[in-house]
């Protein structure tokens, strides 16, 4: 069992990735996908007279300001076009993908943050209305119903709150939990970077074996969102997961291309 | 087996509908929901700078002229904001709702039409690159495996093509297929009128019953979307449903009501 997560950042076409995802699938390798959606979100919330809001949580953390309006749009955006693009490029290439939200039969259900603890122009701040959560559980049940039938299900980052709310959550730390809850060999986080680098943007810094006794350092070097791949893969091998590969999702072949060991492997 | 689509119109609150959704599947009654968001579609698809195109048929029937640009925001709309805010209302009245596509695991296959012959400014015009489609084939396998575990469908009107295109159906039509695929006792059109008006559009001429062998004179009652919506209905008599009742959604208990007997009953 695979779960790969591959980012809706600029520069990544889902092209090379479908092939890759079909070559695996017909030799048998059960594998789930979970994808983002910020880049096309921002785009599209943008151009709806939305713009996006961006804080920094008082740990450090960017995210998201989701109020009500901006979670309509992140799970029309996601769930209704990244998603179902997805889907239509690898039932183009014999995948027979199965689109869904975590919203979808409590796929995956999280604890939403209606307030963010935020630093704002040095100041501390609470903001109220936020529809964004933390992924917790997985209902494994539908995952292997669907695969089991020879479905490869595609995730799009939604979860559902246990007072049934759709939330927001961070795709990377979805994938970390479904991969937990599948009990996957392998989590690869897939996206517009080859990997951590110990010296931000500079791709020849590369580190390509973290021991997670090390990943504190890891936490050190990343930069912006990798500090979420991080913890995600932290949350990963602590949760029984194989091991985390963070690669490039830019490239050919890039699922057996990390699996065969290019980018950060984490274990 | 129900099958029921609702109407993406505007007047149409889905709270009522998610109400008596929840109380047919608790007393067991098996359901799928298909839904439509042609008025949604309209409103985003402005919003973002593209308008909708409505064309008139040869044979006098008007649909949306769907270049990819406009399949792909109708997708977005219908399968990631329609769709999932159903989901979370039928969530949050207990019904464990899987919403789906018909583009997810090939659920509904269309004959793609991608030349529309118009009429315009009346001159008879050829348009192509159209991605919309007419919903021929139903995988009930997907539906079945996910009813038989207690899961509700509910299902976007994208349908995928021979060469797994994504393309725009008819959500009647699509219904007509699901329910007639399921072999579905009765079919319920529920949209923004009380059903079909011998006199459009007084509500008091409704038809109460049309007897299916008078399905032509409904025809000649019927304006608009009402059109398709007793072609529909025609096809699914053929095709092996009990009967097709169309029906108001903007009341309370719309489907026991309908099934009780409100609105127009045609078998």
Redesign the interface.
């Known amino acids: 069992m695979l779960v790969v997560k591959v980012g809706g950042g600029e520069g990544i076409g889902f092209d090379a990735l479908c092939q890759d995802v079909a070559a695996l699938v017909k030799s048998g390798q059960k594998l789930v996908l979970v994808h983002g959606g910020s880049h096309e979100t921002n785009v599209?919330s943008t151009?709806?007279?939305k713009p996006p809001r961006f804080v920094t949580s008082i740990s450090g953390y960017q995210s998201r300001y989701t109020d009500r309006e901006t979670l309509?749009i992140f799970?029309?955006?996601?769930?209704?076009?990244i998603?179902?693009?997805l889907?239509?490029k690898l039932?183009?290439v014999g995948v027979?993908?199965?689109?869904?939200?975590g919203?979808?039969?409590?796929l995956v259900q999280a604890a939403r943050k209606s307030v963010l603890k935020i630093v704002e122009d040095g100041k501390r701040k609470v903001l109220r209305g936020d529809w964004s959560g933390t992924p917790e559980a997985v209902n494994t049940?539908?995952l292997n119903?669907?695969l089991e039938?020879g479905?490869t299900p595609v995730i799009?980052p939604?979860a559902?709150s246990a007072?049934?709310?759709?939330v927001n959550v961070d795709a990377d730390r979805m994938a970390a939990v479904v991969a937990m809850a599948m009990k996957a060999e392998a989590l690869l986080l897939l996206s517009n970077v080859p990997g951590l680098l110990a010296n931000f943007p500079d791709e020849s810094s590369l580190v390509t074996n973290l021991p997670r006794h090390r990943l504190a350092q890891g936490l050190e070097y990343a930069q912006g969102r990798m500090k979420k791949k991080i913890m995600g893969a932290q949350e990963a091998l602590e949760g029984g997961v194989g091991k985390v590969i963070i690669a490039d999702a830019r490239v050919e072949s890039p699922i057996s291309g990390a699996m065969a060991g290019k980018g950060t492997v984490i274990q």
């Open positions: 599209i151009a709806l007279g309509e799970a029309m955006v996601t769930a209704g076009k998603n179902k693009l889907v239509e039932q183009q027979n993908a199965v689109g869904l939200s919203a979808d039969g409590r049940d539908l119903l669907l039938q479905y799009a939604v559902l007072e049934s709310e759709m």
